[in-house]
T-cell receptor, first 115, second 115 residues
Framework: QQPVQSPQAVILREGEDAVINCSSS?????VHWYRQKHGEAPVFLMI?????EQKGHEKISASFNEKKQQSSLYLTASQLSYSGTYFC????????????????FGQGTILTVHP | DTGVSQNPRHKITKRGQNVTFRCDPI?????LYWYRQTLGQGPEFLTY????????KSRLLSDRFSAERPKGSFSTLEIQRTEQGDSAMYLC?????????????FGAGTRLSVL
């Protein structure tokens, strides 16, 4: 089942912050975040394994709440280059602690940053 | 490290024709995935390989679709008797499972247009 992302679209001015949420009804092994610009490949941003870790990548960070099966992506002090569509990809866990391997993606959040 | 390579980048075909796409993964990546993406949607899983073994195939995938990875390196995706509904971007990704992290890196995709 596809994870649900919110909001569907965000418009920012440079320097503003944004949060993108991803929610699943399944028990997750990991959450992956990607950014895709028009006509290009999805670019990997970060992966979060179950355990509630939070990771950072420059001014982009993310958290994963294993109990709620929710992840959030935080973009601070946004730059023009942050514009694009953000996808979360969820990996379902198997009994025994491994995963199925495939990613199930949300419908995406379109982020637009204006000067 | 040259990244995931896909050929051709664009393919235009007539309904009923067969098409084949190729994916060259990042060297030493033992997992290879095929996804399909339509406009405004996230990538949708089709199938994946670990080395030369096809481990999973989406139940949504028609029998007209077949994929191979004969020597555990490059992979081909063939669509027989194409239909207009097959028009989409076909994305390939590869990964090397390390420390329980299955980070998938995507190629730029093959855009298929069925007339």
């Amino acid at each position: 089942q596809q994870p649900v992302q919110s909001p569907q679209a965000v418009i920012l001015r440079e320097g503003e912050d944004a949060v993108i949420n991803c929610s699943s009804s399944k028990a997750l092994y990991s959450v992956h975040w990607y950014r895709q610009k028009h006509g290009e490949a999805p670019v990997f941003l970060m992966i979060l394994l179950k355990g509630g870790e939070q990771k950072g990548h420059e001014k982009i960070s993310a958290s994963f709440n294993e109990k709620k099966q929710q992840s959030s992506l935080y973009l601070t002090a946004s730059q023009l280059s942050y514009s694009g569509t953000y996808f979360c990809g969820t990996e379902i866990g198997k009994a025994g602690g491994t995963s199925y391997g495939k990613l199930t993606f949300g419908q995406g959040t379109i982020l637009t940053v204006h000067p | 490290d040259t990244g995931v390579s896909q050929n051709p980048r664009h393919k235009i075909t007539k309904r009923g024709q067969n098409v084949t796409f190729r994916c060259d993964p990042i060297s030493e990546h033992n997992r290879l995935y095929w996804y399909r993406q339509t406009l405004g949607q996230g990538p949708e899983f089709l199938t994946y390989f670990q080395n030369e073994a096809q481990l999973e195939k989406s139940r949504l995938l028609s029998d007209r679709f077949s994929a191979e990875r004969p020597k555990g390196s490059f992979s081909t995706l063939e669509i027989q008797r194409t239909e207009q509904g097959d028009s989409a971007m076909y994305l390939c990704a590869s990964s090397k499972l390390a420390l329980a992290k299955n980070i998938q890196y995507f190629g730029a995709g093959t855009r298929l247009s069925v007339l």
